[in-house]
């Protein structure tokens, strides 16, 4: 069965702190590893990454896979009160999606 | 683009009673998910469909579960008889699958379901 596991569960840091994430897979036949916001409502598309070592970027927030190591990092620098959500990592095997629980961030002003 | 549209948006039901939830994938999208989440379990994927066709319901819950598809436009997840364990939000996503992957799922807003 896949497995996606996400860490910390939840973390709290004031404003201008730079946080690291951390999503760890098992999956078979691995496709694609995704990130996602979620705030009040549905979650939102962040990033996609296929390749390992290839950084995504889109502005303070940014993404590297490790398909050797089987796992992803995604890097908030200089946060804001608005990145508080819960980050969602989603890896695809065998043309299914599975979710990890999510890594809830709170920024204190 | 509308994006992917879900209805009701907020259900409280009792026990036993019928529930249908609705959704209309974003247009030019061929694959369709629904996803239950809750606290506890976090996002769990229940079914998906390709083209119109079911390829994967190995995480409908039980019988009481079902969903169709009977159009690219409209998808329909179907709880009979609802109980109090099935509350949850549940999600419908779309895709518009590339060669190699899924492609990035677009999400409705959600469907809050409370059964009491």
């Known amino acids: 069965e896949d497995k996606v596991v996400q860490s910390p569960l939840s973390l709290v840091v004031h404003e201008g702190d730079t946080v690291t994430l951390n999503c760890s897979y098992e999956?078979?036949?691995?496709?694609?590893l995704l990130w996602y916001k979620q705030e009040k409502k549905a979650p939102t598309f962040l990033f996609m990454l296929t390749s390992s070592g290839i950084e995504k970027k889109s502005g303070r927030l940014s993404s590297i896979l490790d398909k050797k190591e089987l796992f992803s990092i995604l890097n908030i620098t200089a946060t804001q009160t608005g990145d508080s959500a819960v980050y969602l990592c989603?890896?695809?095997?065998?043309?299914?999606?599975?979710f990890g629980t999510g890594t809830r961030l709170t920024i204190i002003p | 683009d509308a994006g992917v549209i879900q209805s009701p948006r907020h259900e409280v039901t009792e026990m036993g009673q019928e529930v249908t939830l609705r959704c209309k994938p974003i247009s030019g999208h061929n694959s369709l998910f629904w996803y239950r989440q809750t606290m506890m379990r976090g996002l769990e994927l229940l079914i998906y469909f390709n083209n119109n066709v079911p390829i994967d319901d190995s995480g409908m819950p039980e019988d009481r579960f079902s969903a169709k598809m009977p159009n690219a436009s409209f998808s329909t997840l179907k709880i009979q008889p609802s109980e109090p364990r099935d509350s949850a939000v549940y999600f419908c996503?779309?895709?518009?699958?590339?060669?190699?992957?899924?492609?990035?799922?677009?999400f409705g807003e959600g469907s809050r379901l409370t059964v009491l």
């Open positions: 996503a779309s895709s518009f699958p590339g060669q190699t992957n899924t492609g990035e799922l677009f």
């Open positions: 989603a890896v695809e095997g065998n043309e299914k999606l599975t």
């Open positions: 999956v078979t036949n691995f496709r694609s």
